[in-house]
């Protein structure tokens, strides 16, 4: 039998820490500089049919898992610079799966992980630069009606990668690849 909440989230969903200590902060601004690497070493040599391979039924591929990525950490390195910039902006959300149906996501993979390299390049300058009292700066998110704060959005980010990263892992062990 498919446990699919496992599938959906292997490593658990995102649980933010009661307290957000500088360690947290310093582990996830390391993770997020090395995720384009582990990302890339992941799917090196991955077949078309790999990549076009769900990573649960009913889930995307490995392909659109990986443009996605690029999209999503796009929208989020854009959203560190509107806090970082202006006071508590209101972010724009959007449709990730209505994106996932959009052409680009039919580009090779090749694409994309060039983007998550500049991207989290450029995202890591940020977040090193970043003096304790910026992680406190928020944005508002109008879906949840929420402000949330840069040093949870960071820790968010962390988990994000982990997530999607084990997507692909634990389909390659189920798959024996």
């Given at each position: 039998m498919i446990d699919i909440e496992?599938?959906?989230y292997p490593i658990?969903?995102?649980?933010?820490?009661?307290l957000i200590l500088?360690?947290?902060?310093?582990?996830?601004?390391?993770?997020?500089?090395?995720?384009?690497?582990?990302?890339e070493e992941t799917v090196q040599g991955f077949s078309e049919e790999q990549l076009n391979t769900p990573y649960r039924p009913g889930g995307w591929t490995v392909r659109q898992l990986?443009?996605?990525?690029?999209?999503?950490?796009m929208n989020a390195l854009l959203r560190f610079k509107l806090?970082?910039?202006?006071?508590?902006?209101?972010?724009?959300p959007y449709d990730e799966a209505e994106w996932a149906k959009l052409e680009d996501y039919s580009l090779p993979v090749s694409e994309s992980l060039t983007l998550i390299k500049g991207i989290h390049l450029k995202w890591a300058i940020v977040l090193k630069s970043m003096?304790?009292?910026?992680?406190e700066k928020t944005y508002f998110h109008p879906e949840s009606q929420s402000t949330v704060p840069l040093s949870e959005v960071t820790l968010m980010y962390q988990w994000h990668s982990q997530h999607h990263l084990a997507h692909i892992q634990h389909l390659m062990i189920r798959e024996k690849w």
């Open positions: 496992l599938l959906k658990g969903k995102f649980q933010k820490p009661e500088d360690q947290n902060l310093e582990e996830a601004i390391t993770y997020l500089g090395m995720f384009p690497q582990y990302l990986i443009h996605h990525l690029s999209d999503s950490h806090a970082l910039t202006e006071v508590n902006p209101t972010i724009k003096q304790a009292q910026d992680f």
